[in-house]
């Protein structure tokens, strides 16, 4: 069971009792330890990780990082 969240009950994911409606999908991918990404698909589309604005944001900083700091770029395991 997902612990209930403000976000989700906002962006109208979650129903009155705090679940996924009938119908509705939740694709979850695990990104690392204990880290998830969940998408709920909109008009049928569900965004590709490079589509998603939070991830680009992470991986612009994390591109950053490197370069300027001349190391390595983290593996993503």
């Not at 705090?18 to 709920?40: C, I, M, Q, S």
């Not at 589309?45 to 001349?70: D, K, M, W």
Request: charge should be negative; aromatic fraction near 6%; glycine fraction near 10%.
């Amino acid at each position: 069971m997902l612990e209930r969240s403000d976000f989700l009950e906002r962006d109208g994911i979650l129903d009155d009792e705090g679940d996924l409606p009938e119908n509705t999908t939740a694709f979850t991918e695990r990104l690392g330890e204990r880290t998830y990404l969940v998408r709920v698909p909109e008009d049928g589309h569900v965004p590709e990780l490079h589509e998603c604005a939070p991830i680009r944001r992470v991986a612009g900083q994390l591109y950053l990082e490197n370069t300027t700091s001349g190391g390595e770029a983290p593996r993503a395991d």
